[in-house]
C-alpha cells in the first residue's frame, strides 16, 4: 500500500522556520520523483518544489525559491523541506505528493500530472 505521511508543521512567527518531514511506504524513493505542494483556504494545491529520483535534482516555483529547500534520505525513505523566512501569507497545510505512473523526473508532466498520491497532510501556521 503507497503511504505519505507528512509531519512537522506547527505554529512559528513570520520570519521564523520549520522543517517538515514526509515517510514514504510501500515503494522507494529512490526511483520516483516527489515534492510539495502548498494549499490555502477555499484555494487549490499549488506546487512548490520537487525532487528527482536518480541524480536529486530539484526544482522550485518562484513563491518558495531561495527560502525553500527540498531534499531526501532514500535509507529512510523520507523527504524533508526546510522552510525559512515564512510569511503568513504561504499556504498553511503542505502535503508531499508524488507520481508513481508517468513521470520519475520533476518535469512539467509530473507537476501537471493529475495521477499523484497524497496524504492527509501537515499545518504549518505562520502568524505572531
Known amino acids: 500500500q503507497v503511504q505519505l505521511v507528512e509531519s512537522g508543521g506547527g505554529l512559528v512567527q513570520p520570519g521564523g522556520s520549520l522543517r517538515l518531514s514526509c515517510a514514504a511506504s510501500?515503494?522507494?524513493?529512490?526511483?520516483?520523483?516527489i515534492g510539495w505542494f502548498r494549499q490555502a483556504p477555499g484555494k487549490e494545491r499549488e506546487g512548490g518544489s520537487c525532487?528527482?529520483?536518480?541524480?536529486?535534482?530539484?526544482d522550485y516555483a518562484d513563491s518558495v525559491q531561495g527560502r525553500f529547500t527540498i531534499s531526501r534520505d532514500n535509507a529512510k525513505n523520507t523527504v524533508y523541506l526546510q522552510m525559512n523566512s515564512l510569511k503568513p501569507e504561504d499556504p498553511a497545510v503542505h502535503y508531499c505528493?508524488?507520481?508513481?505512473?508517468?513521470?520519475?523526473?520533476?518535469?512539467?508532466?509530473?507537476?501537471?500530472?493529475?495521477?499523484?498520491?497524497w496524504g492527509q497532510g501537515t499545518l504549518a501556521t505562520v502568524a505572531s
Open positions: 510501500g515503494f522507494t524513493l529512490d526511483y520516483y520523483a
Open positions: 505528493p508524488t507520481e508513481l505512473v508517468l513521470s520519475r523526473v520533476c518535469d512539467a508532466t509530473w507537476w501537471d500530472s493529475e495521477l499523484k498520491v
Open positions: 525532487i528527482s529520483s536518480y541524480d536529486g535534482s530539484t
